[in-house]
């Protein structure tokens, strides 16, 4: 069976976590949620990858959205491993749950498993993987990286507006977008139906094809 990508519905699992007991869709309730694995505790480039994400807490909580961190060992560890994290980041309070998965069960049922890395027991590990869940417990995005290879989390802010703007409004953003830029109007939307839609207006990019798909607007 395929693993949980874009557009499957996350799994209810439940777990301890730093902050108690989480039963996913209660923890997701009506907000947009990110989950994001690790392959382990008092390890180098997730405890940066951690601090990182506690120090952007508000922007976070700017936009409404929650964060659930994963890693394999057992709620104590992670504790401790906090105490590590918030020294590296000053300043950082990790004030999300970071969920305990000794069992490796978690990581299967979320897709988040790194067919490379295996603990010192050959135990599995989880990769670097990352899905926003939207209010309605849908997949909207995934980003699955190696052990190896840190996140930025400038980026998952970034693909986060494009998210919350596109769940609003027929447009889509285009390479390199960063709120304040334009974005492009939705191909589902017919030229009648983007004049009403967007009275702002939108300037059409000309092309040798002569085709009017290309069209950009500003935010509504
Ligand atoms: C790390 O977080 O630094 C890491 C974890 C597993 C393998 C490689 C790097």
């Given at each position: 069976m395929p693993g949980l990508t874009i557009g499957d519905t996350i799994p209810n699992v439940e777990a301890d976590s730093t902050r108690g007991r989480i039963r996913l869709h209660e923890y997701v309730d009506d907000s947009w949620t990110i989950i994001f694995s690790h392959?382990?505790?008092?390890?180098p480039v997730c405890t940066t990858e951690l601090g990182k994400m506690a120090a952007y807490q508000q922007e976070f909580d700017k936009r409404g959205v929650k964060l659930l961190g994963i890693s394999c060992d057992d709620v104590h560890c992670h504790n401790e491993w906090i105490k590590d994290i918030e020294a590296h980041t000053?300043?950082?309070?990790?004030a999300y749950p970071i969920m305990a998965d000794p069992n490796r069960e978690i990581i299967k049922e979320l897709n988040?498993?790194?067919?490379?890395e295996r603990d010192p027991h050959g135990k599995p590990l989880p990769s670097r993987a990352l899905h926003i869940v939207a209010p309605n417990k849908q997949v909207k995005l995934s980003l699955l990286y190696p052990a190896t290879t840190g996140r930025n989390v400038d980026e998952v802010i970034r693909v986060l507006d494009s998210l919350l703007i596109t769940s609003k409004h027929k447009v889509a953003t285009p390479v390199n977008w960063k709120p304040g830029d334009k974005v492009v109007i939705s191909p589902s939307v017919s030229s009648d139906e983007a004049k009403k839609m967007f009275p702002q207006g939108y300037e059409s990019a000309k092309l040798p094809s002569g085709k009017d798909y290309l069209r950009y607007t500003n935010v509504p």
């Amino acid at each position: 069976m395929p693993g949980l990508t874009i557009g499957d519905t996350i799994p209810n699992v439940e777990a301890d976590s730093t902050r108690g007991r989480i039963r996913l869709h209660e923890y997701v309730d009506d907000s947009w949620t990110i989950i994001f694995s690790h392959p382990g505790d008092f390890t180098p480039v997730c405890t940066t990858e951690l601090g990182k994400m506690a120090a952007y807490q508000q922007e976070f909580d700017k936009r409404g959205v929650k964060l659930l961190g994963i890693s394999c060992d057992d709620v104590h560890c992670h504790n401790e491993w906090i105490k590590d994290i918030e020294a590296h980041t000053p300043g950082c309070k990790v004030a999300y749950p970071i969920m305990a998965d000794p069992n490796r069960e978690i990581i299967k049922e979320l897709n988040m498993i790194d067919p490379d890395e295996r603990d010192p027991h050959g135990k599995p590990l989880p990769s670097r993987a990352l899905h926003i869940v939207a209010p309605n417990k849908q997949v909207k995005l995934s980003l699955l990286y190696p052990a190896t290879t840190g996140r930025n989390v400038d980026e998952v802010i970034r693909v986060l507006d494009s998210l919350l703007i596109t769940s609003k409004h027929k447009v889509a953003t285009p390479v390199n977008w960063k709120p304040g830029d334009k974005v492009v109007i939705s191909p589902s939307v017919s030229s009648d139906e983007a004049k009403k839609m967007f009275p702002q207006g939108y300037e059409s990019a000309k092309l040798p094809s002569g085709k009017d798909y290309l069209r950009y607007t500003n935010v509504p």
